[in-house]
């Protein structure tokens, strides 16, 4: 199996918009060289001013690139910029256009890792015409006023936003920004981000001087729906932690036209308490890990008492906590006893809560009941224990069932076909090498059998 640098771009590809279209892999490649290659090529002298959104738009208007699902050649520029995106994530997947790994840190244990996201983007869905998940492929409401944090918009107090959908041409020159410097909203750029309304503000004048203003949280809100807007929720890359298995979803393809940080560096009294948007943590901390400890005691000790158990050992753990088999980090589990061994010490069964997944979930939803989400975390785990003490565990099983459909709607039906298949026929080929002599041998005898009984 090729490797990804060399795996070639799909011959044809179903966009988001329901558009089917046809790539040349040997086009892009060769238009690719041209633009991204050595100073001297046609897009050497622009690297510097030019956004990499708008070099890989070059690279798909460039002779036999792209074209419609009957062969006609076809305009990039005229693609939602969601269809662009896609195509562009595909580029980087194949290697055609590069991609150098960035630089993460694991969610959940810290660890540095680097990685180049489009590199690990599942295309099943994409090649295969599978975008029909109800929840992945669902188009995004440009009819809605979305809400953001409060910001103000002249005298008024704004806390939603419409956008309009954008085409390749329309969006230009904000592709065209080269993400370096500090980004200035002007009014064309409004324009180019399709934000048709803030609150009743409409004029891309005022929406700019607001967004010029604007709290960090309410930009980090609006970038939030323009890349829910522009980037279908399949342009995710999922890496696996090699020291804690945790799960890392990262941004497919790694460079976007608008970055996820803030609109200017912060300064000193910026956080005034007055200010629409001022962040929501003066609302209350999360508990240290004493507080935190003593509430998991005593909503445990609730539990216990209805649904009739005890003996169950409970473990606060403030490490790094453990993962399900999708990777993600777990509120608490469970571990049965085990019998005496030969020493004669017996371990009673356990449940363990994992303070920093508690803390990591809060922090990230300012609506996160903590005394709720332990009370419903400990009676789950002692439902395992219920299960497990009847010889049967139906949830662990349903568990393991939803991490293997949601494995299936990342990667495809079709894409989920072809591996068990590869994978079939790879352990056919192990089984083979590992056991040829004792066939040889077994032939051999037999043969030696046939020519016996001729005689």
Same mark, same amino acid.
């Given at each position: 199996m090729p490797s990804p640098a060399q795996r070639p771009l799909p011959?044809?590809?179903h966009l988001p918009s329901g558009t089917v279209v046809r790539l040349s892999d040997a086009a892009a490649r060769a238009e690719a060289a041209a633009i991204f290659g050595a100073p001297g090529g046609r897009g050497g002298d622009e690297r510097s001013s030019i956004g990499r959104c708008a070099r890989d738009v070059q690279v798909l208007a460039g002779p036999s690139v792209l074209a419609d699902a009957r062969g006609a050649p076809l305009d990039p520029l005229g693609l939602p910029l969601a269809d662009a995106h896609v195509l562009r994530a595909l580029?980087?997947?194949?290697?055609?256009v590069p991609e150098p790994p960035g630089a993460y840190t694991c969610e959940n244990c810290g660890a540095p890792f680097e990685v180049a996201p489009s590199r690990l983007l599942e295309i099943g869905p994409f090649t295969d015409g599978e975008l029909d998940d109800p929840e992945l492929d669902r188009?995004?409401?440009?009819?809605?006023?979305?809400?953001?944090?409060?910001?103000?918009?002249?005298?008024?107090?704004c806390r939603g936003v419409r956008l309009a959908e954008r085409t390749v041409e329309e969006a230009m020159p904000l592709l065209r920004l080269s993400g370096e410097g500090?980004?200035?909203?002007?009014?064309?750029?409004?324009?180019?981000? +399709?934000?048709?309304? @803030?609150?009743?503000?409409?004029?891309?004048?005022?929406? *700019? &001087?607001? /967004?010029a203003a604007a709290p960090d949280e309410a930009w980090a809100a609006i970038v939030d729906l323009y890349h829910e807007a522009r980037y279908p929720a399949r342009l995710v890359a999922v890496h696996r932690c090699q020291g804690c298995g945790a799960r890392n979803d990262l941004d497919v393809p790694l460079e976007r036209e608008l970055a996820r940080a803030p609109l200017r560096a912060p300064e000193a009294g910026a956080d005034d308490p007055e200010e629409p948007g001022a962040p929501a943590?003066?609302?209350?901390?999360?508990?240290?890990?004493?507080?935190?400890?003593?509430?998991?005691?005593?909503?445990?000790?609730?539990?216990?008492?209805?649904?009739?158990?005890?003996?169950?050992?409970?473990?606060?753990?403030?490490?790094?906590?453990?993962?399900?088999? +999708?990777?993600?980090? @777990?509120?608490?589990?469970?571990?049965?006893?085990?019998? *005496? &061994?030969? /020493?004669?010490?017996?371990?009673?069964?356990?449940?363990r809560i994992f303070y920093r997944t508690f803390r990591s979930e809060a922090r990230a939803d300012p609506g996160f009941d903590v005394d709720a989400e332990i009370a419903e975390t400990i009676d789950h785990e002692v439902t395992h224990h219920l299960h497990h003490l009847?010889?049967?565990?139906?949830?662990d099983d349903e568990e393991h069932a939803q991490i293997e459909r949601e494995e299936l709607r990342r990667i495809g039906h079709a894409e989920a076909a072809r591996r068990a298949r590869r994978g079939a026929l790879s352990d056919l080929a192990g089984f083979a090498r590992a056991t040829w002599p004792a066939w040889v041998i077994a032939a051999v005898g037999t043969a030696l059998a046939w020519c016996e009984g001729g005689r």
């Open positions: 011959a044809q590809v580029l980087a997947s194949a290697g055609v188009p995004f409401d440009f009819g809605a006023l979305h809400p953001i944090p409060a910001l103000r918009v002249g005298r008024a107090v500090a980004l200035r909203i002007t009014p064309s750029l409004v324009v180019a981000m +399709g934000i048709a309304a @803030l609150g009743r503000e409409r004029r891309a004048k005022g929406i *700019a &001087d607001a /967004l943590r003066r609302a209350g901390a999360f508990p240290d890990l004493d507080a935190f400890e003593a509430r998991v005691r005593a909503a445990a000790e609730r539990i216990y008492a209805a649904r009739a158990v005890r003996n169950i050992d409970l473990f606060i753990d403030a490490g790094v906590p453990a993962c399900d088999d +999708g990777g993600e980090p @777990l509120l608490g589990c469970y571990t049965p006893g085990t019998p *005496a &061994d030969e /020493l004669g010490i017996a371990r009673p069964p356990e449940i009847a010889g049967s565990d139906p949830l």
